[in-house]
């Protein structure tokens, strides 16, 4: 039986002015509640506790959020709604608000419904100022407002003030938020979908859920909900997120240096984090063409406690089936969430969540299989809150299963746990030390499936059935050496398991932010990974045998600066340079002939490779009145095996990427995104940059590629809470084909036409 990791860590937020704030793991919120008597027997209600409320990611500057909050006879709050529309900070507002705890107002004693208004101040977290010296010292974070006083009831009558802090995202870090991704065009309000659109992201194909990051092929980039592991990202070919978009918060893309909790990948990381529980019923629903989905979420014990269900669910296989009454495609996924507050500073968590892919034909001898995966995670989780700092355990169940060929197919059953304690050691350092471990057993075994094409000795070879194993640690501290100089200095070892052989990853981490001016910041990343031999691209169950030739590597490194514009724009420029070192890139073999030789994929040599160019971007909030975000990255990929060497066959030197939104009135929005990169020298047409003489040698690449994406969105207001929308909206509208390695593929085109809605 695997045992429980334990260690410790630290996270310090930055302090606030005031005598009582209140911190939360994502945010601080500085809560004093001052309420007073407006006759002789009615008493206002008083804020006891307050959740976690983070600055909304994407946003900028300071703002200010007045809501009209009710407040029920149990000291719950039963409704909260903005006076005036400012988002996204009304939304981060109002979720906050619904989840703080009072102790209700009392008329002659008897507790009652009231309503009263909040103010909420957000501060952009590099503008906040620090705490004056004689200033309270802040609490543990994620701890419950103090009160060290009685409330003055013979006070004058004054507003509930919540100044809510922003969390800082590391440096170098890109982050897209809920509110923004539904407003991206072609994304279709899949949060892992609208990644494509980020600084530094090279799409493999158009539309497919694969991502070439800063070189690093899509199997080398980590993919994560709530830090679980997935192995996929959209349902087959070209469909939606495999998780439903209303359940994430935001996704985050570290492209290489990244946090020290994040390791055995030698890419970037895909981060998505799930929205914190809301103790009020609410939920969104949407049917389409193709599928219908749902959410919802409802409290228990007083608010204690919340459940949410969500899924989707497609019917493409109905409308297929007239026009080829013999295709056979499914795809359905589904979300739970359980979270129960045992005490105010001890939550509980269960969360599953699962995905099915199914594209094959139906036969006179069987169910002939083209494309089959499925995979599902059941995560067990506990915090505790204590002072100056938070403890955080997890345990994890799950299940891959990918159809290879030869009549086969590919399962993995993992278990995993970590564990992680976050910790202020001083009020200018933070320590963060956490350990986790794995186990996955892989098996391959025959099953009814009718596959094409051979291979199933080569396919066990190099996917056999074995135990794999790994165990690692982590730690880094945070610390600010100056008002406005931050390091974040890191390590990570990894111990894995395959085969009978073993093999450890040290690996160090290196960031930095400096506040030249108010306005302007330069960030540095630097940072060496360690990953186990894997495929290209990453499916579920799919795993490469073994340590042959031990670990693959990579050194990361980044230099940018950041600036807040006018007009609410930011904008940004980093250079970068990625150095990989013994990766197993078996498209790469395949491409450049490096394979002839070897009757054993295990014993293909591997290639090392490098990956430098400078990325672009200018944003302005999607959810603005008028929202804009434009990146540009130029880069070159490289690969080279012995003497050989040549582009990656993935390499676009130059790939760009226009949105624009804009309300139109006060019911609808439309928006268009234009994407284009240049052509890659595809898997059939990769050349040597050098031949046998040494002289350079032609580069026949694919000709360049162009989409264009839409949406409109009518949306009508129901009651105080509800909504509903008519959207139509699609991807590569232009109907514009793609070639890859010289042949033309698809069009690859998504039209969608809708109905969604929430409350």
Known sequence: MLPWLLGMAGWLLPALAGAQPAAGPQGSREAAATPSEAQSSVVPPRLLSAPEAPYPPGATGD?????????????????????????????AAVRAALAYRFEPATRNGVAVAAKIRMRVDFTAPREAA????????????????????????????????V???????PPATQSIA???????????????????ILPGVIPAISGLPYFYVRGAPPANVGYLLDGVRVPLLYHFAAGPSVVHPALVERVDLYPGGYPARYGRYVGGIVAAETAEPRPELHGEGNIRLFDAGAMVEAPFAEGRGTVLLGGRYSYTAAVASLIAPDAVIDYRDYQARLTYDVTPDDRLTVFSFG????????????????????????DLRYRHRFQNGELRLGALLGFDRTALDGNRTARDRMVATRADVIYRVHPDADVRVGVDGSIDSYVTDIVGYTVSRGGSKRLEQQFGSRDDGALGAHADVVLRLAPRFELTAGVRADLFASGGATAVGVDGRLASRLDVTKRLRLVNAFGVAHQPPSTVAPLPGVQVAGLRGGLQKS???????????????????????????????????????WTDDFDDLADVPRTLGSSYGIELYARRRLTRKLGGFASYTLSRSTQAAGRSRSPAPFDRTHVANLALTYQLDRNWRAGARFLFYTGSPGASLAAEERDGSGEQATIDRDPPFYRLDARIERRWSIGERGWISAVLEGMNVTAH?????GEAIGPVTIPSIGVEGGF
Do not use: W
Not at 63 to 91: I, M, N, W
């Open 63 to 91: 703002a200010a959020v007045v809501l009209t909050v009710t407040v029920d006879a149990k000291g719950s709050v039963r409704e909260a709604a903005p006076v005036e529309q400012h988002e996204p900070f009304s939304s």
């Open 130 to 161: 620090a705490p004056p010296p004689d200033a309270a010292p802040a609490p543990a974070p994620g701890a419950a407002p103090r009160h060290d006083r009685p409330a003055d009831r013979d006070a004058s009558p004054a507003p509930i003030e």
């Open 163 to 169: 100044v809510v802090r922003g969390e800082q995202l």
């Open 178 to 196: 809920r509110g923004e991704v539904r407003q991206l065009p072609g994304a279709f309000g899949d949060a892992f979908r609208a990644v494509e």
């Open 355 to 378: 995905s099915y892919d199914l594209l094959g034909e139906e036969r006179d001898d069987g169910l002939s299989v083209l494309f089959g995966v499925e995979f599902y995670r059941l």
């Open 555 to 593: 050194a990361q490194g980044s230099a940018g600066v950041e600036a807040d514009l006018p007009e609410g724009v930011t904008a940004g420029a980093t250079a970068f340079y990625n150095a990989f070192f013994d990766m197993t890139d078996a498209l790469g073999a395949v491409a450049h002939g």
């Open 737 to 741: 084909k793609e070639v890859i390695g």
